[in-house]
């Protein structure tokens, strides 16, 4: 009896004819896998991206606070159309023309409607914050910022019917009374400027969780005074740098640890908003500061460790 070879025992079922073999590549070595990241290690380029993400969240705050109070530029619905635009148009050069990342259609209807309701969303808070920072200095914007936590909560609840424990909801009652307590001892409130970055505070809390006609006179400010272009064109270049850096730490972290710098961010921009612009503080204000920075990472602790229980 001859011995079959695999050759002929394969081609003695006709199913395994027409299936395709499937090459499955070896998996790289150690040596290849560490000279795809070049010289610099993943924790180094973490920290770097985190750097850039807080250098130009810091700095957009203190160029549209600049623009918008001290410089006299007092349109935050077309400045936050430049952001817009500037957002779209380096977006565009990265993917076409340096391809940093690969071009991505859309590729249905539904697909579309949640891209334009997060877009819409997105704006109505941009509008909110940079309207918000006419009328309040930085250290008070970035303190009622930071109860973003508290809203999304709330939407997460409305929206998903997605409920918390209760030390969960204990952990940001803290949250609530620093803002009342800074809101009481704020030296340069303002009801309408506290309103509409309440209205950016929720729309940022609610994208995370599902213009004007004043190009004329623009126009006529640059003929006036070109050091205006300067300005529009940098701060909208850092308003893009702040989405970006906003990605890549969501996409290097973790949602959790990107809600825990961003409470260090306000905290560091309060600080330097103070030191730039002179507003007063008091130490009420500043201790119902400190009350809701403390009730965010008690908040963030909570859910943490609620994640972590075995059910």
């Known amino acids: 009896m001859d011995t079959q070879t695999w050759t002929t025992r394969r081609g003695s079922n006709p199913r395994l ?3 395709q073999v499937i090459e499955i590549p070896s998996t790289p070595t150690g040596e290849v896998r560490h000279s795809n990241n070049g010289f610099v290690s993943p924790t180094f380029k973490t920290a770097l991206i985190i750097a850039s993400w807080y250098f130009s969240n810091i700095g957009v705050l203190l160029l549209n606070k600049y623009l918008l109070s001290f410089y006299g530029y007092r349109y935050p619905i077309f400045l936050t159309m430049l952001h817009m635009i500037s957002c779209t148009t380096y977006s565009f050069i990265a993917i076409h023309w340096f391809e940093f990342v690969p071009f991505q259609q859309i590729v249905s209807r539904k697909q579309f409607f949640k891209i334009a309701a997060l877009s819409v969303i997105f704006c109505f808070s941009v509008v909110c914050g ?3 920072l006419r009328y309040l200095p930085v250290s008070f914007n970035q303190a009622i910022g930071a109860t973003t936590p508290f809203f999304t909560a709330i939407f997460a609840f409305l929206i998903t019917c997605k409920k918390e424990s209760a030390e969960v909801y204990l952990a940001l009652m803290p949250v609530v009374l620093g803002i009342v307590l800074a809101s009481n001892s704020e ?5 309408f400027g506290f309103l509409v970055c309440v209205g950016s505070t929720a729309g940022r809390a609610l994208k995370s969780v599902v213009q004007g006609n004043v190009a004329a006179i623009t126009i006529q400010k640059a003929r006036e005074d070109s050091f205006i272009v300067f300005l529009l064109l940098g701060n909208s270049t850092v308003a893009y740098l702040v989405n970006l850096t906003n990605f890549l730490v969501t996409k290097h972290t973790s949602a959790l ?4 710098l961003g409470n260090a961010k306000a905290a560091v921009a309060a600080v330097v908003s103070v030191l730039i612009f002179r507003n007063p503080v008091t130490v ?4 119902g500061f400190g009350v809701t920075i403390m009730g965010v990472v008690l908040y963030s602790e909570a859910r943490k460790r609620l994640k972590n229980t075995p059910h």
Do not use: D, K, R
Not at 284 to 287: D, L, N, P, R, S
């Open 17 to 19: 004819e027409t299936e």
């Open 257 to 260: 640890t990107l809600q825990v």
């Open 187 to 191: 030296p340069l409130f303002h009801l």
């Open 284 to 287: 009420m204000g500043m201790t």
């Open 130 to 132: 940079n309207t918000s």
